[in-house]
């Protein structure tokens, strides 16, 4: 059973692969892998391929494949924005906690939510190598989320015009 299974996987695998080199900047678009794989196989393959292909097993090809290079691109740009301004927040979190004496309880000073960000993106994307999860428009939001939710979950420092209200009040 292992063993038809790896075979499978390899020869989707290979449509995969095969479809991204017909379409590499735009790829073949999305939702189209089964369309073309029945025109990509070969006939070794369908001794191991359903007889409809929808997915891919390895999520990464199945998206170069479907997406290209142009469609990579721009996940890994919205992913890097969202991470560098999550570490952004971050280091200003830690900034503002030093300045009020709690730099030592920096990790519980901040809300759990804040510390998933960087476990979801991890887990999405060590489950993208074995499922094609990775490639539904479901799952791209899930990689969105985690990082927008947990950079607001960071304590902020008081603005200058709030720190004046707040002290002229006491």
Known sequence: CDARYRETAEALSRLARAMWVRHPWTGA????FGLHAQFLAEKSDWAVIPMQPQFSTNGYWMFLAERGIVGCVVLAVVLGMLLVFW???LARAFVFLRTQDDADIFPFAVAPVAWTAPFCLLLLAAEAFAAPLFVTPFALLALVIPPALSAAA???????????????ST
């Open 29 to 32: 678009g999305l939702g189209a």
């Open 87 to 89: 570490g952004l927040r």
């Open 154 to 168: 960071f304590p902020k420092p008081k603005k200058a015009a709030e720190r004046k209200t707040s002290g002229s």
